[in-house]
């Protein structure tokens, strides 16, 4: 009776294989060597002729030569290919969170493939449920990808999908409108280069006049930007929130008195440089081809109105420190001109004349009321009001 090796299957599995050997009765002993992607693996001895099981558990190419010893002689046997594979294929599909516009196209098998370590390239095998997904919906889609290889082994991959709105029309909008101003504001420029290069070539045929009451581009930007900041604090005024909002500016219009006259103006401005720092976002979104969030909007917005508030405290608090400092001078120049026995009247217009900023525009206004036969007390007593020193009014006292 011949010994009998289990027939091997040269077909591809995934699960463990069990060999049975059983050598004939006129076998001394025999061993068997294992080749597992054609090197040895595993060599075992039986010393006599017993049934082996043989169990191959990992993946790989395995063959198996089995020698028998005889009385006299030796034969060979050689089983032929066992393949295991317990390995998933490798499956790539890119950038597995991808943000889809509304009525664009996605290329479902752009980014994809598959390797396996048996077949190769099996990505002609990879399959989706794209066919499942409506993309013109809004909203996060789950992009399945899924492939097997010969002995069953499956990978799967997942890829979110989130359409969003299409703002292409959006953009378009504001990058016409911003186009638009800078064609307007590039004609305004030519017509005025243009105004300019004119009137050098008739100055030479022209008597120029004693004062020159030309007005300058900056100036008549400045003009032009005066005249919005009073249109818009005259629409805040009707406002009873925004008035009461406005008190607490009030101690500015002090520093910027030429540039602003009340707290409304003041805030007028704010809102200006506000819709200056949004267009600026507008500006740097459109180039980079986005179109700003409702959040981006915000946040500029809200920058570019609190921005001034730095700049205003800054000077408020160095026109104090002056106000302050020069104030003490002007006690000095008072107190001397009362030595060499000049009235109050006079030393006010001395401090008026000898010095110079905020107290001294302050002690004109003193020097008007006592002209108009206001009571001392009365006027430095305004006077004290108005700057809000301590020691304002410990002056006022004693001149009392």
Same mark, same amino acid.
């Given at each position: 009776?011949?010994? #009998?090796?289990?027939?091997?299957?040269? /077909?591809?599995? *995934? +699960?463990?294989?069990?060999?049975?050997?059983?050598?004939?009765?006129?076998?001394?002993?025999?061993?068997?060597?294992?080749?597992?992607?054609?090197?040895?693996? #595993?060599?075992?001895?039986?010393?006599?002729?017993?049934?082996?099981?043989?169990? &191959?558990?990992?993946?790989?190419?395995?063959?198996?030569?089995?020698?028998?010893?005889? =009385?006299?002689?030796?034969?060979?046997?050689?089983?032929?290919?066992?393949?295991?594979?317990?390995?998933?294929?490798?499956? =790539?599909?890119?950038?597995?969170? %991808?943000?889809?516009? #509304?009525?664009?196209?996605?290329?479902?098998?752009?980014?994809?493939?598959?390797?396996?370590?048996?077949?190769?390239?099996?990505?002609?095998?990879?399959?989706?449920?794209?066919?499942?997904? *409506? @993309?013109? #919906?809004?909203?996060?889609?789950?992009?399945?990808?899924?492939?097997?290889?010969?002995?069953? *082994?499956?990978?799967?991959?997942?890829?979110?999908?989130?359409?969003?709105?299409?703002?292409?029309?959006?953009? &378009?909008?504001?990058?016409?409108?911003?186009? &638009?101003?800078?064609?307007?504001?590039?004609?305004?420029?030519?017509?005025?280069?243009?105004?300019?290069?004119?009137?050098?070539?008739?100055?030479?045929?022209?008597?120029?006049?004693?004062? /020159?009451?030309?007005?300058?581009?900056?100036?008549?930007?400045?003009?032009?930007?005066?005249?919005?900041?009073?249109?818009?604090?005259?629409?805040?005024?009707?406002?009873?929130?925004?008035?009461?909002?406005?008190?607490?500016?009030?101690?500015?219009?002090?520093? @910027?008195?030429?540039?602003?006259?009340?707290?409304?103006?003041?805030? !007028?401005?704010?809102?200006?440089?506000?819709?200056?720092?949004?267009?600026?976002?507008?500006?740097?979104?459109?180039?980079?081809? +986005?179109? $700003?969030?409702?959040?981006?909007?915000?946040?500029?917005? %809200?920058?570019?109105?609190?921005?001034?508030?730095?700049?205003?405290?800054?000077?408020?608090?160095?026109?104090?420190?002056?106000?302050?400092?020069?104030?003490?001078?002007?006690?000095?120049?008072?107190?001397?001109?009362?030595?060499?026995?000049?009235?109050?009247?006079?030393?006010?217009?001395?401090?008026?004349?000898?010095?110079?900023?905020?107290?001294?525009?302050?002690?004109?206004?003193?020097?008007?009321? &006592?002209?108009?036969?206001?009571?001392?007390?009365?006027?430095?007593?305004?006077?004290?009001?108005?700057?809000?020193?301590?020691?304002?009014?410990?002056?006022? !006292?004693? $001149?009392?």
């Amino acid at each position: 009776m011949d010994s #009998k090796l289990s027939r091997y299957n040269a /077909d591809l599995t *995934n +699960e463990d294989i069990e060999i049975e050997y059983i050598p004939n009765n006129l076998v001394k002993n025999y061993e068997y060597i294992i080749y597992k992607n054609n090197r040895k693996y #595993k060599i075992v001895n039986v010393p006599n002729s017993q049934i082996s099981n043989i169990i &191959l558990s990992e993946s790989g190419t395995y063959q198996i030569n089995i020698k028998e010893y005889y =009385e006299n002689e030796t034969k060979e046997i050689r089983s032929g290919n066992y393949l295991i594979d317990k390995e998933s294929p490798n499956l =790539e599909v890119g950038n597995t969170n %991808l943000t889809l516009k #509304k009525g664009t196209n996605i290329d479902i098998m752009g980014n994809v493939k598959a390797i396996d370590n048996f077949d190769g390239d099996i990505t002609s095998n990879v399959e989706n449920n794209s066919n499942k997904i *409506n @993309f013109t #919906k809004i909203g996060n889609h789950k992009l399945v990808y899924t492939v097997s290889d010969r002995a069953g *082994n499956t990978t799967t991959k997942t890829v979110m999908v989130n359409v969003v709105k299409n703002d292409t029309t959006q953009l &378009l909008i504001t990058q016409g409108f911003i186009l &638009l101003t800078l064609i307007v504001i590039l004609i305004y420029f030519i017509k005025y280069n243009k105004s300019l290069n004119i009137e050098k070539r008739i100055s030479k045929y022209s008597i120029k006049p004693i004062k /020159d009451h030309s007005k300058s581009l900056f100036g008549s930007i400045f003009r032009f930007v005066d005249k919005i900041i009073n249109r818009i604090s005259k629409s805040l005024s009707k406002s009873v929130i925004l008035s009461k909002i406005s008190k607490r500016y009030t101690k500015y219009v002090k520093v @910027f008195g030429k540039e602003h006259d009340t707290g409304l103006t003041i805030i !007028a401005e704010k809102i200006i440089v506000s819709f200056i720092f949004l267009m600026v976002a507008i500006i740097s979104k459109t180039i980079r081809l +986005e179109v $700003l969030s409702f959040y981006e909007m915000i946040i500029p917005l %809200l920058v570019g109105y609190y921005a001034l508030d730095f700049i205003y405290a800054y000077r408020y608090n160095k026109y104090r420190k002056r106000l302050e400092n020069d104030f003490l001078q002007a006690i000095i120049v008072m107190n001397n001109a009362f030595k060499s026995g000049r009235s109050i009247t006079q030393a006010v217009d001395l401090v008026s004349t000898e010095l110079t900023g905020p107290i001294s525009e302050e002690f004109k206004k003193i020097s008007l009321e &006592l002209s108009f036969g206001l009571d001392v007390e009365v006027v430095f007593k305004r006077f004290a009001d108005r700057i809000e020193l301590e020691e304002a009014a410990y002056l006022t !006292a004693s $001149l009392a």
